[in-house]
Structures are given as structure tokens and as C-alpha cells.
């Protein structure tokens, strides 16, 4: 049909706004579909971490993480420009703290691989720490600085893929999607609870909401949903010097101003709601790593549903089997980070083009017919 769009984007998270704004770059007519607003599930209440640091094992996937966070030092400006939205891009620290001997440990080893993706890695005595951050507990008897990582607002981040890709002339329709329309192996649309949109190619990028999408494509997507609770705070004082981290708890300066602390998941399935316990844990651990902190304020609480696969890695590139379909999910804790480079390969895939690094390792194929996924909680 004539007003058709060569391309619908299901989903409008970092990754599917990502990929809306490169395939539009690439001269093709695009339409997003999203069920509630662009950036309302996990994208839109990340960190905002910019960072390969935890990617221990050298391959594809620290590959990509590591293309994507160079890609934002020119991609960020072009959004800025494009979009007209300060999305907070800027330089990032992490202290790892460590309060026990065995996190010392911990965090010895730890540095001995992760020196190696950090520009900049210190190791810090129980002095050095007060001597950088005099705030944090005199319980730390060591610590290790990353310096040279990145940060952004990941909500603004989103809407700046989205305003910018809407300059370019994609539609973003505001529906759910409830299935797939094809014509022998090909897709010919998608059906949506607004009507169906016809197309050529489709790619989904559901995020946690992926698994979903079995019976629209004839074989198991393994992705499930881990809980993260985040707390935004506001504290009197000059901003901490970068993100303190103990254990799974953190509480990180953002450029704006604000606080954010986290740290406490759970596998849950979709229930999305806030935990006292989990409010309170955090509260509690931002006391401990940081005394002062326990006179912030609590601004605002929020949860994502990070979508997971069995082995960690992303799914990129073509549904087996149907043509015009593809897939790029299960960015688990790190989709930010990637969604950058994310979007620049799944528009190459889709459009025919080679792709700036190899995907082969994050088909969905991988998994053959039945992967479940590890419960680990
Ligand atoms: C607490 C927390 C902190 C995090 N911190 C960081 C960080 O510091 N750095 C980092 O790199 N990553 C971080 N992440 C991970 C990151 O947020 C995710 O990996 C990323 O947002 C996933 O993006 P997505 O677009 O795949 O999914 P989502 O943002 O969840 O988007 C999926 C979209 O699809 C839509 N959708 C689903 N089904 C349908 C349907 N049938 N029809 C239409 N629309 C549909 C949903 O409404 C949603 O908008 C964090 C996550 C959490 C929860």
C-alpha cells in the first residue's frame, strides 16, 4: 500500500527508538508501534550507566558494548543537535567499595580483568577513599576508582532517539501489537488493537515483554523479566564524586542534580510494584556506604523490568524461518549502554547492508527450540 512503512518498530524503548532513528537515516519509512509512551518501561528509569565494565569475558558481546560506547561520542552531540533535548551526557566515575576482607577480595580480582575495559583504574586505601570522598563510611577499609566511564539521562536519552527519528518522518503509533501478519513465509504486517499496518520487515524489540511473542513466531523467545527498584533522592552538599558501589547497592550523582540509589531485583514475572522492603533496603545501604546520605530526601521511587536471557546476551538479527522479521532484545542491565550500537546494526541488518560487527553470535537460533531460562534467585 502506498502509505505503508517499509519498517515497523515494535516497541518504543531505548532499543527500538534507537533502531527507528538508523533505519530512517537510512531512507527508510518507518512507524514505531508502542502500547503506552515511548521510554514508560525499563528504558525510561535506568541508571544511565555508560559503561563496559562488567563484561568479564573478551568476544562479540564486549565487542559491541565496547563499539556502542564509543559510537556515543559522536552520536550524542548528533541526538543533542537533531532533537533539542540535554539528555546529560558526560563523564562518569565508580568506586567499588569494599568493607570486609572477602570484598576486598573481591575487588582485587575483579580489578585484575576490568582494568583492562576502564581508561582510568586506582585502587584506594582507607585514606585515599576520604581523600576523594570524604562522605563516604569510615567502615571502607579499601577501594578501587574507575574514572573515564560515561552517564546520560536514560529517560531523556530515549525521547531524544524519538524526536530526533520523528525530524527524520517516523510515526510513532500509539497501539498494542497482537501479532504478526504474513503472507507465506514473509511478513506482510502487523496487527495491532488499532488495526493492522501493513509492511515489509518488522523488528521487534519488546524488551522483557519479548517472551510474549512465541505463538506470533512459531518458536520460544527466552527472555524473562528481572525486577530493578530504583529511589531518586535530593541531599544538600556538593555532588558525590562519582557512583559508590557495595555489594549489589549503589547510589550514583546524576548531572542534573539528583541522586540515584538501587540495587535490590527480583524475578517476579510483570508485577511491577515498588517494595517497601526493597525502599528500605536501599535507604538503608545508601545510609551505610554514605552516613550523610540518610538525611536525603526520597523524590521518587520507580521499577524496570530488565529483560533477561538464559546466557546473558543480547538477541540481534533476523527471526529464523520468517523472512522480513527480526528481533533485538534480552539487553538485560546494559541496554543502554548498547543501544547505541544496538540501533546501527539492527538498521544495517534490516536494510541489507554488512554489518559493522559480526552478529552471528546473538541469533536468536542459538538457543534451538526450548532454552528456559536458569532461575538464579
Ligand atoms: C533499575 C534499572 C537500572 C538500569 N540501569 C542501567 C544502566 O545504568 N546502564 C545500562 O546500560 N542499562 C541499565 N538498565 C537496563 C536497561 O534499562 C534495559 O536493558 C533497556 O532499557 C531495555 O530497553 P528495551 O527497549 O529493550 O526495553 P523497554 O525499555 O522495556 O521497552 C520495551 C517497550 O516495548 C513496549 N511493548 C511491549 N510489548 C508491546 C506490544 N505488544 N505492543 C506495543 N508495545 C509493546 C513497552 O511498552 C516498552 O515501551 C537498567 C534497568 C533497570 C530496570
Not at 515483554?209 to 523467545?221: H, Y
Not at 541496554?335 to 552471528?360: F, H, N, R, W, Y
Request: with cysteine; charged share 25%.
Amino acid at each position: 500500500m502506498p502509505n505503508s512503512p517499509d519498517v515497523v518498530v515494535i516497541g518504543g524503548g531505548i532499543i527500538g527508538c534507537s533502531t527507528a532513528y538508523q533505519l530512517v537515516k537510512r531512507g527508510m519509512k518507518v512507524t514505531v508501534i508502542e502500547r503506552e509512551s515511548v521510554g514508560c518501561e525499563a528504558s525510561g528509569v535506568a541508571t544511565g550507566m555508560i559503561s563496559v565494565m562488567s563484561i568479564e569475558d573478551p568476544g562479540p558481546f564486549l565487542d559491541l558494548a565496547r563499539a556502542s560506547f564509543e559510537l556515543y561520542k559522536t552520536l550524542a552531540p548528533e541526538l543533542r543537535d537533531a532533537s533539542g533535548i540535554d539528555f546529560y551526557y558526560g563523564e562518569a566515575s565508580w568506586l567499588d567499595l569494599a568493607f570486609t576482607e572477602e570484598e576486598e577480595e573481591a575487588n582485587r580480582k575483579a580489578m585484575s580483568w576490568k582494568k583492562d575495559l576502564v581508561p582510568r583504574v586506582t585502587w584506594l586505601s582507607d585514606d585515599d577513599i576520604r581523600r576523594v570522598e570524604s562522605r563516604v563510611s569510615a567502615q571502607a577499609r579499601s577501594g578501587v576508582f574507575f574514572e573515564g566511564l560515561a552517564q546520560v539521562d536514560a529517560y531523556r536519552l530515549t525521547l531524544a532517539f524519538t524526536k530526533a527519528a520523528e525530524s527524520l518522518g517516523v510515526v510513532i503509533r500509539y497501539a498494542e501489537a497482537t501479532g504478526l501478519t504474513t503472507s507465506g513465509d514473509r511478513i506482510s504486517g502487523v496487527a495491532t488493537s488499532t488495526g493492522d499496518v501493513g509492511c515489509d520487515a518488522v523488528v521487534l524489540a519488546m524488551g522483557a515483554w519479548s517472551g510474549l511473542i512465541e505463538p506470533w513466531i512459531g518458536m520460544p523467545v527466552p527472555v524473562e523479566p528481572l525486577k530493578g527498584q530504583i529511589l531518586k533522592l535530593r541531599a544538600p552538599g556538593p555532588p558525590l564524586v562519582g557512583n559508590l558501589h557495595l555489594g549489589s547497592f549503589y547510589v550514583t550523582p546524576k548531572l542534573d542534580g539528583s541522586i540515584l540509589a538501587g540495587g535490590y531485583d527480583s524475578k517476579v514475572g510483570f508485577d511491577k510494584r515498588a517494595r517497601d522492603e526493597g525502599t528500605y533496603r536501599i535507604l538503608g545501604e545508601v545510609a551505610r556506604i554514605c552516613p550523610p546520605m540518610q538525611d536525603a530526601v526520597l523524590v521518587e521511587e520507580s521499577t524496570g523490568l530488565r529483560p533477561l536471557t538464559p546466557d546473558m546476551i543480547p538477541i540481534l538479527g533476523p527471526v529464523p524461518g520468517l523472512e522480513g522479521a527480526f528481533i533485538a532484545t534480552g539487553h538485560q542491565r546494559k541496554g543502554i549502554t548498547l543501544a547505541a550500537m544496538t540501533g546501527k546494526v539492527m538498521a544495517q541488518v534490516v536494510s541489507g547492508q554488512d554489518t559493522e560487527l559480526p552478529i552471528e553470535a546473538f541469533s536468536l537460533a542459538r538457543f534451538g527450540n526450548g532454552a528456559r531460562i536458569k532461575g538464579d534467585e
